[in-house]
């Protein structure tokens, strides 16, 4: 089941980034790494660890619809910068024990994408909230979306803390919005941009926390539902 999937997700590049990262297999356990020539570059080696994190979601997700339990390990590190987590699979028997991948799971419909990835977002103690309107923010969203608009809002995604461990939930996070947007069609998928620099992630930066890091831009239109002309989440 986890060569299966692994090799499907390895197929869609656009999506995972699958040129950051590379897998192998140590008995059962599926083991996913930077590779080699990104490891040591600290933005490509972020974006690395953000796609791992997507990778887990996705697996995380699967493995609950056909009632199995994910064990995982995760260890990203600026130092030993290769391996970053390892999933393997066991049967499930009785509830899961992960409850907060049951909690997600069990998101019913809703009318409000803002809602949607605010609720996510908590789950990994991330705060998601309006931007501060500055020319950093102004100059980040226009490196990313084709036209400005005046029923567009601009959201950020803030840490408390930027490292490997952080970079690997961000991941997990933007996976569990492309999850839950597909049980709610009727939903206008956002922009999202992961895409910051170190200095960007500081500059951006503007929450209630002391202390406090940009992870992610998202953009929003003030009209939360599509049309039939529905777009599929945009991501850089």
């Given at each position: 089941?986890?060569?299966?999937?692994?090799?499907?997700?390895?197929n869609?590049?656009?999506?995972?980034?699958?040129?950051?990262?590379?897998?192998?297999?140590?008995?059962?356990?599926?083991?996913?790494?930077?590779?080699?020539?990104?490891?040591?570059?600290?933005?490509?080696?972020?974006?690395?660890?953000?796609?791992?994190?997507?990778?887990?979601?996705?697996?995380?997700?699967?493995?609950?619809?056909?009632?199995?339990?994910?064990?995982?390990?995760?260890?990203?590190?600026?130092?030993?910068?290769?391996?970053?987590?390892?999933?393997?699979?066991?049967?499930?028997?009785?509830?899961?024990?992960?409850?907060?991948?049951?909690?997600?799971e069990?998101?019913?419909?809703?009318?409000?994408?803002?809602?949607?990835?605010?609720?996510?977002?908590?789950?990994?103690s991330?705060?998601?909230?309006?931007?501060?309107?500055?020319?950093?923010?102004?100059?980040?969203?226009?490196?990313?979306?084709?036209?400005?608009?005046?029923?567009?809002?601009?959201?950020?995604?803030?840490?408390?803390?930027?490292?490997?461990f952080?970079?690997?939930?961000?991941?997990?996070?933007?996976?569990?919005?492309?999850?839950?947007?597909?049980?709610?069609p009727?939903?206008?998928?956002?922009?999202?941009?992961?895409?910051?620099?170190?200095?960007?992630?500081?500059?951006?930066?503007?929450?209630?926390?002391?202390?406090?890091?940009?992870?992610?831009?998202?953009v929003?239109?003030?009209?939360?539902k599509?049309?039939?002309?529905?777009?599929?989440?945009?991501?850089?």
């Open positions: 089941m986890l060569y299966k999937q692994i090799k499907q997700i390895r869609k590049n656009r999506e995972y980034q699958t040129h950051l990262w590379d897998f192998s297999f140590s008995g059962n356990t599926l083991e996913l790494s930077a590779k080699p020539n990104y490891a040591h570059s600290s933005d490509k080696y972020r974006m690395g660890v953000i796609a791992v994190g997507q990778v887990l979601r996705v697996i995380e997700h699967n493995a609950f619809l056909h009632h199995y339990q994910t064990q995982i390990h995760s260890f990203p590190s600026l130092d030993e910068t290769q391996l970053i987590a390892t999933i393997r699979l066991h049967k499930q028997f009785g509830d899961t024990n992960n409850k907060l991948i049951s909690k997600q069990s998101i019913n419909k809703t009318d409000s994408i803002t809602k949607l990835i605010k609720e996510i977002a908590s789950h990994y991330f705060i998601f909230n309006l931007s501060a309107v500055n020319s950093e923010v102004v100059k980040a969203v226009r490196s990313f979306t084709e036209k400005e608009s005046s029923s567009n809002h601009v959201y950020s995604l803030y840490s408390t803390m930027d490292n490997p952080i970079w690997l939930k961000v991941g997990q996070w933007l996976e569990g919005i492309k999850i839950l947007l597909r049980a709610n009727h939903l206008k998928p956002p922009l999202i941009k992961t895409m910051l620099q170190a200095g960007q992630r500081t500059s951006l930066a503007s929450s209630p926390t002391d202390s406090s890091y940009c992870q992610a831009l998202v929003l239109n003030n009209n939360d599509t049309p039939q002309d529905k777009k599929q989440l945009s991501i850089e």
